[in-house]
Structure formats: structure tokens, C-alpha cells
């Protein structure tokens, strides 16, 4: 039994920060990639950055330079640090993660980015 939980979501003010999180509980042995993804309304879910056990990151083009993806494998937690927030960024972000070759998905945090 694995399971992902998303937090840090919330609404903030275009050009502002937000710190989500994503902590994996459970049947642990060990973690693979470990990602957000994002969904708006009327859109398909996109990945926003990826990060794999060994430290390795990958970003989409629309958040390089913005956001940046961490891990903390002592505490299965994996972090996306948000800055300078725009409108468009405003969906809900997904947690997922690959735990012993299968793939896990958090229940999402909604991120709105509203003046």
C-alpha cells in the first residue's frame, strides 16, 4: 500500500511564491522518478519538472527558471518551489512517483494565481 500526499497549494497574487509538497507513505522499499504535473480546466495534464533519486531534474520550458524541483529521500518527500507566479500557472498540481516499477498519483493541490 503506497501513498502520495500533496500539500502547499493555495492562492497567491501573480509574481508571488507557493511551496508544494509531496510526501510518500507506506509498502517503501525505494523511490524512482519522482514528478509534478499540472492540470487546468479544459487542458490536458502537462509535466511541470521531474526529478529522479539521484538528483537529476528536468523542466518544462514554461517553468525553467521559476520553479525548481527537490528531493529529501530520507523523508520520501519530493518539493516544487514556485516563484514569480503567473496566471497561467493556475491549475492543479499532481504528485507522482515511481515506487517498486509502478506508478503512483497524488490526490492534487489546487494552485490559484489571481490579483
Known amino acids: 500500500q503506497v501513498q502520495l500526499v500533496e500539500s502547499g497549494g493555495g492562492l497567491v497574487q501573480p509574481g508571488g511564491s507557493l511551496r508544494l509538497s509531496c510526501a510518500a507513505s507506506g509498502s517503501i522499499f525505494s523511490i524512482g522518478p519522482m514528478g509534478w504535473y499540472r492540470q487546468a480546466p479544459g487542458k490536458q495534464r502537462e509535466l511541470v519538472a521531474a526529478a529522479t533519486s539521484g538528483g537529476s531534474t528536468k523542466y518544462a520550458d514554461f517553468v525553467k527558471g521559476r520553479f525548481t524541483i527537490s528531493r529529501d529521500n530520507t523523508k520520501n518527500t519530493v518539493y516544487l518551489q514556485m516563484n514569480s507566479l503567473k496566471p497561467e500557472d493556475t491549475a492543479v498540481y499532481y504528485c507522482?512517483?515511481?515506487?517498486?516499477?509502478?506508478?503512483?498519483w497524488g490526490q492534487g493541490t489546487q494552485v490559484t494565481v489571481s490579483s
Open positions: 507522482n512517483a515511481e515506487i517498486r516499477s509502478f506508478g503512483y
